[in-house]
């Protein structure tokens, strides 16, 4: 965030009484956590895709070795 952008959300901030304060610090700790949330659900998501993928990998390579029969297309 830029230091004008800081600046402004502080003066805004300075001339809300105590009650307002309160409520915006909450709407900003929910944000937050929100967007925590998110993160942690799309490394969640992005973990279990590549162990999908490592796992398509090893019947490839099993069927290499093992001369089985071929991968249907409808796998990948």
């Known amino acids: 965030m830029s230091t004008n952008t800081e600046q402004e959300m502080l003066d805004?901030?300075?001339?809300?009484?105590?009650?307002?304060?309160?409520?915006?610090?909450?709407?900003?700790?929910?944000?937050?956590?929100?967007?925590e949330q998110s993160e942690i659900l799309n490394m969640e998501q992005f973990n279990a895709d590549s162990k999908r993928e490592e796992l398509k990998v090893e019947?490839?390579?099993?069927?290499?070795?093992?001369?089985?029969?071929?991968?249907?297309?409808?796998?990948w």
Do not use: G, M
């Open 12 to 35: 805004c901030f300075l001339k809300l009484a105590q009650s307002e304060k309160e409520a915006v610090l909450q709407l900003l700790k929910t944000f937050i956590r929100s967007k």
């Open 59 to 75: 019947v490839v390579r099993y069927a290499a070795k093992n001369n089985t029969q071929k991968i249907p297309e409808t796998y």
